[in-house]
């Protein structure tokens, strides 16, 4: 059984930063962060797959980036340059079977932690 449990949101202003980060049990699987939005689908906000190889959603290139300890089995959501719209719920995820296809398909991940609230006024 994997357990995934999120920290670090907060409420911040617009350009304000903020870092999440997702403490696991077990390894050796692919993480992301998805997030939802109040009346909106969960979404695919970045992804990193056991190889270290990142993925992202166009809505946050360049601002969030991805990255995880291994040793500290973390991963991390450094976002930069908020805006009001990724105000949403984060959540972490894991693919424990590590399965190949789109890393933003929902239906790829087995465990989920329960969320972290970002806001962002502006």
């Known amino acids: 059984q994997v357990q995934l449990v999120e920290s670090g949101g907060d409420s911040v202003q617009s350009g304000g930063s903020l870092r999440l980060s997702c403490t696991y049990t077990?390894?050796?699987?692919?993480m992301a962060w998805f997030r939802r939005a109040p009346g909106k689908e969960r979404e695919g906000v970045a992804a990193?797959?056991?190889?270290?190889?990142?993925f992202y959603a166009n809505s946050v290139k360049g601002r969030f980036t991805v990255s995880q300890d291994n040793a500290k089995k973390t991963l991390y959501l450094q976002m930069n340059s908020l805006k009001p719209e990724d105000t949403a719920m984060y959540y972490c995820?894991?693919?424990?079977?590590?399965?190949?296809?789109?890393?933003?398909?929902?239906?790829?991940?087995?465990?989920w932690g329960q969320g972290t609230q970002v806001t962002v006024s502006s």
């Open positions: 995820a894991a693919d424990f079977y590590r399965r190949s296809g789109w890393w933003a398909d929902i239906l790829n991940y087995d465990y």
């Open positions: 990193i797959d056991n190889t270290g190889l990142t």
């Open positions: 077990g390894n050796n699987f692919d």
